[in-house]
């Protein structure tokens, strides 16, 4: 079930220009149709992890507190790159942490701007404000993608209730 | 906004996909949108920003035919968009430069008319598919569906999903009371 919410957070360009991304990859393409059609060239972003600032890693105090475990990341889109039509595992977590229900939070990090996209189960979410979550599950396909001529920040708190 | 809605539903998706499309366009620079904003252009991946499109002469029948939908539209002249996933338009305002080029050579007489170009989507909204103007997006659109773009109008379309996107574009002059 996707949910809707929002932080209260106050991050400014200054924290969101001070992020040292090193991880750049293109993401995963799941099935045959995506292969064709995308490439290295628009299908790349930036990630960091638990190297993320403490900002980030305070998101997870301020979520509803119905997990055991969480991991966090930030995610910096790029003008032209899209995240295709996928979901998320979270083999990570549950590695770590054992099985159980997971979902991930993703947090918008600034208000919408044109040209951000984002889009879970065939609906759209556009014209965000900085702090809004939506929370989908690990068989929720979703998809997300900057046309416009700034870079897209979001944050994400995965988490794990174990069972 | 604007939205309208005409019934298109001869149109089926073998007709869309045998189209021939004659021109293959890279996006990037927006037409000079973003020097007339006096930003920097934005550094789009290369494989990102294109457009298939086929205009006018070079389209089939059933297209030109697609004119007569919007009888208030004058001077009409139609192209067809082809976005393949991952590909975008990016943001830009309409010139309408072959419209204009048609005005002067034909020398027609545009006195009480607005240029205009109209949106028609020729396909339900498919996941990724994407239709933003002034800063508005349009997400739940139908086959059928259209809107009308004026020249000043900063827009951008996308497709961001894993089918190809199929637009109609089709540009002429109206009465304000005719898009109001």
């Known amino acids: ?163 | 906004m604007y939205k309208g809605h005409v019934d298109i539903s001869h149109i089926d998706d073998e007709m869309l996909y045998r189209l021939k499309f004659v021109e293959h366009v890279n996006t990037v620079w927006s037409a000079g949108y973003w020097d007339r904003k006096g930003v920097a252009v934005p550094d789009y991946p290369h494989d990102a920003p294109w457009v298939q499109q086929v205009f006018e002469g070079d389209c089939p029948g059933w297209v030109a035919n697609c004119k007569d939908l919007f009888p208030w539209l004058k001077y009409s002249m139609v192209t067809v968009n082809k976005i393949l996933p991952g590909r975008f338009i990016a943001p830009h305002t309409d010139t309408l430069f072959k419209m204009q080029q048609k005005v002067k050579d034909q020398n027609i007489d545009t006195t009480g008319l607005s240029p205009i170009r109209i949106n028609l989507f020729l396909q339900d909204r498919l996941e990724g598919h994407y239709f933003e103007m002034e800063n508005e997006a349009w997400i739940d659109y139908v086959k059928g569906d259209y809107t009308i773009i004026k020249p000043d109008c900063t827009h951008l379309v996308a497709n961001l999903g894993y089918q190809i996107r199929f637009t109609m574009q089709i540009t002429g002059f109206a009465k304000q009371e005719d898009i109001q």
């Open chain 1, 1 to 163: 079930m996707i949910k809707y919410g929002k932080l209260d957070i106050d991050v400014t360009n200054k924290m969101l220009n001070d992020l040292k991304f090193v991880d750049y990859f293109q993401c995963y393409r799941q099935y045959d149709k995506l292969h064709h059609y995308y490439t290295e060239g628009n299908s790349s972003i930036w990630q960091m992890f638990e190297e993320s600032p403490q900002w980030v890693h305070d998101f997870a105090k301020q979520l509803p507190q119905d997990f055991d475990h969480h991991v966090v990341s930030v995610i910096k889109i790029d003008p032209g790159q899209t995240i295709p039509h996928h979901v998320d595992k979270h083999f990570k977590l549950k590695e770590a942490h054992g099985e159980g229900e997971s979902y991930r939070y993703l947090i918008f990090l600034e208000d919408w701007k044109r040209g951000h996209y984002y889009e879970v189960h065939d609906q759209p979410f556009t014209k965000w404000s900085a702090g809004e979550w939506v929370k989908f599950g690990n068989d929720d396909w979703h998809i997300a993608g900057n046309m416009g001529d700034e870079p897209f920040y979001s944050a994400q708190v995965t988490v794990l209730k174990n069972v």
